[in-house]
């Protein structure tokens, strides 16, 4: 359950980052509302994961999900580019996601 939960708050992670990103372009109460829905849905969710997992583990995980997805986000929805170093970097975050749930 608490990997689930982890990886719940790394999408609520993206989404905070998406509306971040929304908010810089279009100013509104609604997406105010959606950014902190997304920053508080990932904070509850990551508690909750560190109820069982390591503190270092479960921060780890988190901030990769949410900076590898926020750039996934990015290419495809905001023409960010898709160059092959950048893939490969996210790709090694991911497996040092995976590395981490392996060891622990």
């Known amino acids: 359950m608490a990997w689930l939960s982890l990886i719940v ?3 609520f992670e993206m989404f905070g980052v ?36 390591p503190m270092s583990t479960a921060y780890a995980l988190w901030t990769g999900i949410g900076a590898s997805g926020g750039a996934v986000l990015g290419m495809l929805l905001y023409g960010e580019s898709k160059d092959f170093r950048r893939v490969l970097f996210i790709v090694m975050i991911l497996g040092a996601a995976v590395g981490l749930k392996l060891v622990d």
Do not use: D, E
């Not at 509306?19 to 810089?24: C, P, W």
């Not at 509104?28 to 909750?48: D, M, R």
């Open 18 to 53: 998406a509306m971040m990103n929304k908010l810089n372009r279009v100013r509104s109460w609604q997406v105010i509302c959606l950014l902190c829905l997304g920053f508080g849905g990932s904070f509850l969710f990551l508690s909750l994961a560190m109820k069982t997992l």
């Open 9 to 11: 708050a790394g999408m």
